[in-house]
T-cell receptor, first 113, second 114 residues
Framework: DSGVTQTPKHLITATGQRVTLRCSPR?????VYWYQQSLDQGLQFLIQ???????AKGNILERFSAQQFPDLHSELNLSSLELGDSALYFC????????????FGPGTRLTVL | AQSVTQLDSQVPVFEEAPVELRCNYS??????LFWYVQYPNQGLQLLLK??????LVKGINGFEAEFNKSQTSFHLRKPSVHISDTAEYFC????????????FGTGTRLQVFP
């Protein structure tokens, strides 16, 4: 158990819908990262937040957005869903950015039908 | 930009045999290097990391890796594998900056046979 929690574990929805994935980092960790794992794209970095502010953006679609709240939990919002958005979405956390270990949550498996 | 290449998509090996999983990276700046393991239906767990110092890094579960700057490689080794080592292994790099996003390789599926 990494200490990072993600809800829900599984999500099945239809094309065009909007979903919200939630992540609670390890106690004391200020930085949160979101990654997408899919068969065709592999593991890709989406976005990073540090202490409530966006720190870095990766290959995140405009239909996707995220935020980190004052209690440091984070949410990833996916809208206008397409079949290709089906993937495993991981959240990770670390104390601060800069070479330290990132602790990964168990992931949310999103299936878009 | 940085990139990571894991040349072997699958590595089959018998139990108690040695194994090496290969990882090469490309970067114009100094990087940190990581190996993560993903067991079926689970998240990623850090096996080991290289930040600086000794180029031979020891990790959990008997794994070790050697950083070779001239060959831009960070191969993962284990002298004797167990059935329980069957999993997907990912090599990753990050750049030392104010963001340490991980850039992953495509993964190597290690299959250990009895």
């Amino acid at each position: 158990d990494s200490g990072v929690t993600q809800t829900p574990k599984h999500l099945i929805t239809a094309t065009g819908q909007r979903v919200t994935l939630r992540c609670s980092p390890r106690s004391g960790d200020l930085s949160v990262y979101w990654y997408q794992q899919s068969l065709d794209q592999g593991l890709q970095f989406l976005i990073q937040y540090y202490n409530g502010e966006e720190r870095a953006k990766g290959n995140i679609l405009e239909r996707f957005s995220a935020q980190q709240f004052p209690d440091l939990h984070s949410e990833l919002n996916l809208s206008s869903l397409e079949l290709g958005d089906s993937a495993l979405y991981f959240c990770a956390s670390s104390v601060v950015p800069g070479g330290g270990e990132q602790f990964f949550g168990p992931g949310t498996r999103l299936t878009v039908l | 930009a940085q990139s990571v290449t894991q040349l072997d998509s699958q590595v089959p090996v018998f139990e108690e045999a040695p194994v090496e999983l290969r990882c090469n990276y490309s970067s114009s700046v100094s990087v940190y290097l990581f190996w993560y393991v993903q067991y079926p239906n689970q998240g990623l767990q850090l096996l080991l990391k290289y930040l600086s110092g000794s180029t031979l890094v020891k990790g959990i579960n008997g794994f070790e890796a050697e950083f070779n700057k001239s060959q831009t490689s960070f191969h993962l080794r284990k002298p004797s594998v167990h059935i329980s080592d069957t999993a997907e292994y990912f090599c990753a790099v990050s750049v030392a900056s104010n963001t340490d996003k991980l850039i992953f390789g495509t993964g190597t599926r290690l299959q250990v046979f009895p």
